[in-house]
């Protein structure tokens, strides 16, 4: 089966006419010869990138010299009212510091404190579901999963559901922000200085106030529980009590702001946008939804997740075919030279697994939705060589371990309760936003499976 992928630019196109595609979706707004290069320049007036599909200089980028390529800021710019100077943002010395204290929450062993949060949450996602489909019905996922992923986060980071009324605010703000912040600004095209106005949406602004305002309440809400003695041990807890090993410093309240702001956006985004297309994917292949539904017919609780082999090929190839965060975008802190090219010091790197994923020189079949490509030594060679959902190296995302839980065992608690089938006429087309979404949803016809293993 081959899905739904956005038709290429023109190869050559005037610069005005490419940073009017760009704004509107960075995938559409590429030319077709990416899916077979090793190597890509775009010069404008302003600044040079070069998109690097070449492994070799993954491996040198990511993790063999990652210091001499820091995150860009024109990334940055458009997102920085929301997340301020959250991990996701920041370099050197700052970036390393606030690794240190996250990511021991993160580790595998500790991860298994999450798996029963997960858990609440996709029987509630179940639930809802089957209470909105009847005898069935057309349901869009991508709210379904923007919903259960939020509901994750809220669980496993504060331990309150969905329902909670704060939770809820958060929720309802953080899809308003969505729906209004471009993947780029102005700022991220033009070397800005650093007093110049960065010409924000009005929306954006407004809403990433109001969710910091929230977040800033939760935050200080559980600062009093930890000094109380009365805090659940769930990952805020335990992010923040833990202290910087080299200072002892823990997080103060601003910087946990931004910090669970970032959390609400990666884990909650990035989630929602991986599990709907998982979900799409199975609906549009119906054997393969069979299959995980006979998988996940004996899940009786969250520990049955590592049994979940067939769920988690699945969503490797969803992540594979519409990695969430769809490029990545590092800055040359010195000149290079890379596959005889000379690369001038602050040139943008971009680092695509959209385009790395479905490269025709990396994959058998690029295009090809094929679960069982991962059980293949071709397969493996290439995830290796040319797999980044997460990115790679010392700044992989902490929380890889945590989606690669979560999506296969909501995917599976899904669909052993439903059955999915494309809604007619209604294929959708991924645009790039803040994570790869369909234009216009996502549209299945569900209908309950009988019986329905609860």
């Known amino acids: 089966m081959i899905p739904p992928k956005p038709e290429a630019r023109p190869d050559r196109v005037p610069l005005w006419h490419y940073l009017r595609l760009f704004r509107r979706d960075i995938l559409s707004a590429q030319p077709a010869r990416l899916y077979s290069a090793w190597m890509a320049e775009f010069r404008t007036p302003f600044f040079r990138s070069y998109l690097t599909n070449d492994p070799a200089l993954l491996r040198c980028i990511l993790r063999e010299r990652p210091s001499d ?45 999450a798996l029963p949060a997960m858990w609440e949450a996709g029987e509630a996602m179940v ?20 919903h259960a992923a939020a509901d994750v986060i809220f669980r496993t980071l504060f331990s309150i559901p969905i329902e909670d009324a704060t939770a809820a605010e958060v929720f309802a703000e953080f899809r308003a922000y969505q729906r209004d912040q471009p ?87 990035t989630s929602a946008s991986a599990l709907a297309w998982a979900l799409y994917l199975c609906a549009a292949a119906p054997e393969w939804q069979d299959r995980i539904a006979a998988e996940a017919a004996d899940l009786s609780n969250s520990d049955g997740v590592k049994r979940l082999t067939l769920s988690r090929d699945v969503f490797r190839e969803a992540l594979r075919l519409y990695p969430p965060v769809p490029m990545m975008v590092r800055q040359a802190s010195q000149p290079e030279t890379f596959r005889n090219r000379n690369i001038p010091k ?73 059955h999915l089938r494309p809604a007619p ?27 329905h293993i609860s």
């Open 127 to 146: 639930a809802r579901v089957l209470r909105r489909i009847g005898a069935g019905g057309e349901i869009e996922v991508e709210e379904i999963a923007s």
């Open 346 to 418: 602050g040139a943008q790197l971009v680092l695509s697994p959209w385009h790395l994923h479905r490269h025709s020189r990396l994959w058998d079949d690029p295009d090809r939705f094929d679960p069982a490509r991962w059980q293949t030594d071709s397969a493996r060679k290439s995830a290796r060589e040319a797999y980044i959902p997460f990115s790679a190296g010392p700044r992989v995302c902490p929380g890889a371990g945590f989606a690669m839980a979560e999506g296969p065992l909501l995917l599976a608690m899904l669909l052993r309760a439903v």
């Open 425 to 451: 006429g209604r294929t959708p087309l991924p645009v790039a936003h803040l994570t790869v979404r369909a234009r216009d949803g996502i549209h299945l016809i569900a209908r309950p499976r009988t019986p």
């Open 69 to 113: 390529f820091p995150k860009s800021d024109r990334i940055g710019e458009g997102l920085r009212p929301l997340l301020g100077r959250s991990v996701f943002l920041t370099n050197g010395a700052e970036w390393q510091r606030q690794r240190r204290i996250i990511d021991p929450a993160f580790e595998r062993g500790r991860l298994a404190h």
């Open 183 to 269: 993947i780029l600004n102005l700022a991220a095209f033009l070397p800005l200085p650093g007093w110049a106005p960065r010409f924000h949406r009005r929306g954006t602004r407004r809403a990433a106030r109001r969710i910091r305002a929230l977040i800033t309440d939760l935050v200080q809400h559980r600062l009093d529980e930890i000094r109380a003695g009365t805090a659940p041990d769930d990952l805020a807890t335990r992010i923040m009590t833990t202290p910087d090993p080299q200072t002892g410093e823990t997080f103060g309240l601003p910087e946990m702001v931004d910090q669970v702001a970032i959390f609400f956006l990666a884990g909650h985004e």
